[in-house]
Every structure is written in C-alpha cells, then in structure tokens.
C-alpha cells in the first residue's frame, strides 16, 4: 500500500520561509505527476504547484516567483519551498500524487494527511 506523509509545516510570520516534503512509501513502481494543494476552511481544495516526473511545473498565479516546487525521483520525494510568505498562504497544504504501483495495470491518485501552514502578519 502506498502512503505519502508530508512534513514541514509550522507557524512563522509574514515575510519568512518554509520548506515542505512528501514523502510517498510503499508498493511504488513509479510515481508520476505530483502537486501541492491547500485548502482553508469553508473553500475549495485548490492546487498551489504541480511537477511532472520530468520537472515540469506549474504554478497558482498567488505563488509565482515565491514558491518553488521541486522532486527527487529516486527518493520518491516532492518539496514545496516557501519563501515571502503571506497570511493569505495559510491553511492544510496537501501533496498528491499519481503512481504507479507494484503489479498494477493503472495508475492511482493517492493523497497525504495534510499539514498546517500558518503565516501571522
């Protein structure tokens, strides 16, 4: 069975940085698109940034030029770097991924606990 655990997340102020980590463990035979989303109470689930297995990325236009997402494949591990961050910033950040597991015929979309990010002003 797969798990992603992501760790990372904390309360700092306005202007300071965070980095989170997913790491996915289990039956994976390869792990494919990954992203990062962040969800506050009484809204939608919403992506924040998205890497391909090749390093391709994407980015909410709220974090661009602030955020960097970024994967080291043969650790199955994604990382979030969080600079300049705002209390708009706060909320669960969630990893997800789409993997491939051990003896399958499709892949799965599997997703982290979540973890808190609390930016004070």
């Known amino acids: 069975q797969v798990q992603l655990v992501e760790s990372g997340g904390g309360l700092v102020q306005a202007g300071e940085s965070l980095r989170l980590s997913c790491a996915a463990s289990?039956?994976?035979?390869?792990?494919?698109?990954m992203g990062w989303y962040r969800q506050v109470p009484g809204k939608q689930r919403e992506l924040v940034a998205a890497i391909t297995r090749d390093g391709s990325t994407n980015y909410a236009d709220s974090v661009k030029g602030r955020f960097t997402i970024s994967r080291d494949n043969a650790k199955n591990t994604m990382y979030l770097q969080m600079n300049s961050l705002k209390p708009e910033d706060t909320g669960v950040y969630y990893c997800a991924a789409e993997i491939m597991e051990i003896g399958a015929i499709r892949k799965k979309n599997f997703w982290g606990q979540g973890t808190q990010v609390t930016v004070s002003s």
């Open positions: 289990g039956s994976i035979f390869r792990p494919n698109d």
